[in-house]
């Protein structure tokens, strides 16, 4: 088999809006999610379905020029087959931007499964478990706010919230985790997201100090992806697990997080390394260093959280609930028949491949959308 074309289709979907405004985190903030999906077309007739998200900096526009520009020509002619040849060449023709490089992989893995009638989940590994058990992150705003929308998402069926905090007001957070542990009961898993927020070591371990009274079940990413040294500060000075987020990108930045014992826990993206092989070694990577791993998210539409749900069921080292729900952060989504995700578990689609069709009417909407914002 032999990829003869691949289709980058912009879109542009509005993100469900929060307290009565865009999603904010320390990370900045956002309305839309400016994506790309790709079709992958093969000479046996096989097309394959990726998604290419991102909230760094390097997203939209830039990543579909990385994809035009390099990614596309190195991969056109090749066997689907032989994803980890064509991650060299994609390597090979640009550095980085692993997220543009994710949205084509995916869809070689969707091909693979649809060629071997398949649903993906059984090219991992097969399954572990049936479902991927989920966490809903509440984004910055007024505390008694967040509370009422962890509150509601734990009526839903989340047995796990993530608080991002990290904003310029410490206090704020402190006193949004406070009011959000009285929310939702002793019962249900806390756990808070710095997102990089936090500029020095000695700054995060005073503020999680005061969050650590509400018995947080972790602390994601408090500093800078880079300082590997202060997240091992951190992890010696906190009574609670510290998840590595951002610092995990690839089995390379994993490699250096686990010999500078600078995180408890990993929190694995489809996107952020890569595709699912590289996402699949840094699980292999951490189960060796006797670290549970979590599915994080971007978020994703429909086809990369199918990607995260077959990664799920079929990783042996998956421990805290994951974040394989994006779709639950946007106003509408682009599948066909949707996933199953309900009652706080994300089922994986039991078709071959990623067993998702596209609606064609969504992606055209999004695609004007996209255009529009372009012009
Ligand atoms: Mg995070």
């Known amino acids: 088999m032999k990829i003869t074309n691949i289709r980058c289709v912009p879109v542009l979907c509005p993100r469900k809006r929060n307290f009565g405004g865009a999603t904010r985190t320390a990370l ?19 097309t394959g379905l990726g998604e290419v ?12 020029h990385d994809l035009t520009a390099a990614l596309v020509p190195a991969v056109i002619g090749e066997d689907p087959f032989r994803i980890g040849a064509i991650m060299q060449k994609m390597d090979h023709a640009l550095d980085g931007v692993e997220e543009a490089k994710a ?14 009638n398949t ?7 097969g399954k572990v478990r049936d479902r991927v058990p989920l966490s809903y992150s509440i984004p910055f705003g007024d505390p008694k706010d967040m509370a009422e929308l962890a509150r509601e998402r734990v009526k839903w069926g989340h ?12 206090a704020r957070d402190v006193a949004a985790v406070k009011l959000i542990r009285e929310a939702i009961g002793p019962d249900i898993k806390l756990r808070v997201d710095g997102n990089m927020g936090w500029q020095t070591a000695k700054q995060a371990i005073q503020v999680i100090r005061e969050m650590e009274k509400q018995n947080l079940e972790l602390v994601e990413q408090p500093l800078p992806a880079h300082d590997l040294d202060g997240m091992a500060e951190i992890r010696r000075n906190i009574g609670v697990p510290l998840m590595a987020d951002e610092s995990i990108r690839s089995p390379r930045a994993a490699m250096q997080v686990i010999r500078r014992q600078a995180a408890d826990i990993a929190n694995v993206y489809v996107t952020e390394a890569g595709g699912l092989l590289n996402a699949s070694r840094i699980f292999a990577m951490c189960e060796a260093a006797n670290m549970p791993c979590m599915i994080g998210s971007m978020p994703e ?12 069921v079929a990783m042996t080292n998956l421990g805290p609930d994951s974040d394989a729900c994006g779709v639950l952060y946007h106003q509408e989504d682009l599948l066909k028949t ?3 995700i309900e009652n706080g578990f994300s089922y994986p689609p039991e078709g071959p491949g990623l067993g998702v069709e596209i ?17």
């Open 28 to 46: 900045g903030v956002a309305a839309f999610s400016d994506y790309t999906i790709v079709f992958v077309e093969t000479d046996a007739g096989i």
């Open 53 to 64: 998200d991102s909230v760094f900096k390097r997203r939209g526009a830039l990543l579909r």
């Open 103 to 116: 949205g084509i992989e995916m869809a070689l893995w969707d091909i693979v499964g649809k060629a071997l």
């Open 119 to 125: 649903p993906l989940y059984n090219l991992l590994g």
């Open 159 to 170: 047995r796990t919230v993530k608080v991002k905090v990290g904003s310029e007001d410490a």
């Open 301 to 312: 539409f429909g086809i990369g959280t199918a990607a995260q749900i077959h990664l799920g």
């Open 338 to 340: 949707p996933l199953r």
């Open 359 to 375: 609606d064609m009417a969504v992606l055209e909407k999004w695609n004007k959308a996209a255009q529009a914002a372009a012009r």
